[in-house]
């Protein structure tokens, strides 16, 4: 499931920092925003999503932020561990159109 | 395991040759989907199934071949693919194509040579 080759952009933070991790989408008329996580070797796993009416959700060690004025969105890792590294990509669900469109995804490595 | 399962893992065919591609969900889920993942473009959707019926082909070229007998099932059929072809085939599924969380596979590494 790894994205090789592909020029990605890379975030090294060292094991228990934040992880900030961010994305700008262009449909304004977007429904739902999804980050999901890919590890070497698997498909895309899913982590947390957001209504375009929220501008914050949180989960389990994960908050997403969605600043629909510049069309920008962020996922936070607390106390980021070794497990975190993978690529992460956002998404956008456009509700008419009815799928997922994917951006193209951020590497987080953590150092131990 | 997400409960996608794809088949086969790794794949090397000939441009002159037939293939399939295979994926199976047993998660009760009523759409499915196939993307590409190369090394040169992020996740592309290529086909997306709800309720067996096609309702979305991202310009895909007829190269590829989509066939879903059931909700369960979706195949992606390979006739004389080309080189840049090659890429990591994802199926996923979801509860319908309007669901935001989808369950991937974990892939079919194709290459064509």
């Known amino acids: 499931g790894e994205s090789v080759g592909l020029h990605l952009p890379t975030l090294s933070v060292q094991e228990g920092d934040n992880s900030i991790i961010n994305c700008a989408y262009s449909n304004s008329a977007s429904d739902y925003f999804i980050w999901y996580k890919q590890e070497s070797g698997k498909g895309p796993q899913f982590i947390i999503d957001i209504r375009s009416n929220m501008d914050k959700r949180q989960g389990q060690r994960v908050t997403v932020l969605l600043n629909k004025t510049v069309k920008h969105l962020s996922l936070q890792i607390a106390a980021t561990q070794p497990g975190d590294s993978a690529v992460y990509f956002c998404a956008e669900n456009l509700r008419a159109g009815n799928m997922l469109t994917f951006g193209g995804g951020t590497r987080l490595m953590v150092k131990p | 395991e997400t409960g996608v399962t794809q088949t086969p893992r790794h794949l090397v065919m000939g441009m002159t040759n037939k293939k399939s591609l295979k994926c199976e969900q047993h998660?009760?889920?009523?759409?499915m989907y196939w993307y590409k993942q190369s090394a040169k473009k992020p996740l592309e959707l290529m086909f997306v199934y709800n309720f067996k019926e096609q309702t979305e082909n991202n310009s895909v070229p007829s190269r590829f071949s989509p066939e879903c007998p059931n909700s369960s099932h979706l195949f992606l059929h390979l006739h004389t693919l080309q080189p840049e072809d090659s890429a990591l085939y994802l199926c996923a599924s979801s509860q319908d194509s309007g669901a935001t969380e989808a369950f991937f596979g974990q892939g079919t590494r194709l290459t064509v040579v």
């Open positions: 998660l009760g889920h009523n759409a």
